[in-house]
């Protein structure tokens, strides 16, 4: 059974940092590129990242990139997202999904976790 479990939610003030870790089971990990997708409230899913399976390849959304970084361990079975200079814009819940494209015309697909809770505030 493919599982994807996140960790590392919580609290942070505007500025603030936090490290989100995804650790997956159930399938081959370095054989498959890996995503972050986020969903505001109110709001639809917004993917933010890609990993390539090695990790040699990476892509953010303009809303992310120079603030977010994605990595992985492939010897931990583990994606990580560090987040830097947090704004109230971030909050959410934090998704990891398996492949490139998880969104397809705004809905799920493939594998995915349950998420974790991001909130910035003061």
């Known amino acids: 059974e493919v599982q994807l479990v996140e960790s590392g939610g919580g609290v942070v003030q505007p500025g603030g940092s936090l490290r989100l870790s995804c650790e997956a089971s159930?399938?081959?990990?370095?054989?498959?590129?890996m995503s972050w997708v986020r969903q505001a409230p109110g709001k639809g899913l917004e993917w933010l990242s890609y990993?390539?399976?090695?990790?040699?390849?990476?892509d953010y959304a303009d809303s992310v990139r120079g603030r977010f970084t994605v990595s992985r361990d492939n010897a931990k079975n583990t994606l990580y997202l560090q987040m830097t200079n947090l704004t109230t814009e971030d909050i959410g819940v934090y998704y990891c999904?398996?492949?490139?494209?998880?969104?397809?015309?705004?809905?799920?697909?493939?594998?995915w976790g349950q998420g974790t809770q991001v909130t910035v505030s003061a």
């Open positions: 990993i390539s399976n090695g990790g040699l390849s990476t």
């Open positions: 159930g399938f081959t990990f370095d054989s498959r590129a």
């Open positions: 999904a398996r492949n490139r494209s998880p969104v397809v015309a705004g809905k799920k697909v493939g594998a």
